[in-house]
Nanobody, 128 residues
Framework: QVRLAESGGGLVQAGGSLRLSCVDS????????TGWFRRAPGKEREFVAA????????DYANSVRGRFTISRDTAKNTVYLQMNSLKPEDTAVYYC?????????????????????WGQGTKVTVSS
């Protein structure tokens, strides 16, 4: 069973960087895609980035493309989200999620409805 836990959030000034981690502490039985999502105050949860199991397929929201990088260390069961050039509008609670559906085993999806398991979230605050 996949068990996800995020870490790495915090307070940073605009232009700064943070690296979020998502650790799967469960027993991995098959490949799956991992996504990062975020929810800003008063807004709906939105897609940020996703990576498939092998790391050969990644996807980003237009708002973060070129600033954020998603990566996976399979040996550590960890997915990272490196966030550079942060902006105040990046302030949100960031969640990692896993989709165990077979059609997404090798390719990513940005659809929040396709993700089955979620972490508790880590808060990122970017000050201006």
């Amino acid at each position: 069973q996949v068990r996800l836990a995020e870490s790495g959030g915090g307070l940073v000034q605009a232009g700064g960087s943070l690296r979020l981690s998502c650790v799967d502490s469960g027993r991995v039985v098959r490949p799956y895609t991992t996504g990062w999502f975020r929810r800003a105050p008063g807004k709906e949860r939105e897609f940020v980035a996703a990576i498939n199991w092998s790391g050969t397929d990644t996807d980003y929201a237009n708002s973060v493309r070129g600033r954020f990088t998603i990566s996976r260390d399979t040996a550590k069961n960890t997915v990272y989200l490196q966030m550079n050039s942060l902006k105040p509008e990046d302030t949100a609670v960031y969640y990692c999620a896993a989709t165990l559906r077979s059609r997404w085993a090798r390719v990513t999806t940005p659809s929040v409805n396709e993700y089955d398991l979620w972490g508790q979230g880590t808060k990122v605050t970017v000050s201006s």
